[in-house]
């Protein structure tokens, strides 16, 4: 069965730096999104993207974070520069044309900010 | 702003029996879907069961079934004959109805969760 897959399981960087967490949806998905949770809480949501543009974003989405599908099999997460307060379980999500409303989440990237 | 309410942090219940897990959401919206996604300790997200809301009939998957009360705002989750594998967080979500490119999409907004666990 196709699966959304997602590198690397988990990345340890210091503050400040720049991450890309990467994303490969399923094949035929047309909608990808990022949400993020921090340990112990409720899942958020980040961003959605579809046609090659973000769709709808969350406040947390600020400037430090962008999104790319740059060869049309992945889809990335950039941080630009890192705060303590990034560290959390980042999934990725895509959902396919015929029920777009089903999304199928990745494994996740834990993402740790020292 | 859709928000979404799970009032039981944490449940228990012993293999083969029943248990029922409650969320409720607060909308405007008249059109839009429910879900109830599992989160076991590998914390991988797992879709469990799905509702659209102009339907009445509640939605069935083998062991698992739903309570929608829309005038109540109501979603609750019922897990029949519960199994050790169902020991996970269970996160109730709202989708909006967004309509793009032949489907509907949009971002899932969650509940805190529930703590789920299954004894022997």
């Known amino acids: 069965e196709p699966e959304v897959t997602q590198t690397p399981s988990h990345q340890v960087t210091q503050m400040g730096q720049e991450v890309i967490l990467r994303c490969v949806p399923i094949s035929n998905h047309l909608y990808f999104y990022w949400y993020r949770q921090i340990l112990g809480q409720k899942v958020e949501f980040l961003v959605s993207?579809?046609?090659?543009?973000?769709?709808?974003k969350s406040e947390i989405f600020d400037d430090q974070f962008s999104v790319e599908r740059p060869d049309g099999s992945n889809f990335t997460l950039k941080i630009r520069s890192t705060k303590l307060e990034d560290s959390a379980m980042y999934f990725c999500a895509s959902s396919d044309w015929t029920s777009g409303y089903e999304q199928y989440f990745g494994p996740g990237t834990r993402l740790t900010v020292t | 702003a859709q928000t979404v309410t799970q009032s039981q942090p944490e449940m228990s219940v012993q293999e083969a029996e029943t248990v029922t897990l409650s969320c409720t959401y607060d909308?405007?919206?008249?059109?839009?879907?429910l879900f109830w996604y599992k989160q076991p300790p590998s914390r991988q997200m797992i879709l469990v069961i799905r509702q659209e809301a102009y339907k009445q009939q509640n939605a069935t998957e083998n062991r698992f079934s739903v309570n929608f009360q829309k005038a109540a705002k109501s979603f609750s989750l019922k897990i029949s004959d519960s199994q050790l594998g169902d020991t996970a967080m269970y996160f109730c979500a709202f989708m909006k109805h967004t309509y793009a490119g032949g489907t509907s999409y949009g971002k899932l907004t969650f509940g805190q969760g529930t703590i789920l666990t299954v004894h022997p």
């Open positions: 993207f579809y046609n090659n543009e973000i769709s709808e």
């Open positions: 909308t405007s919206e008249s059109n839009y879907y």
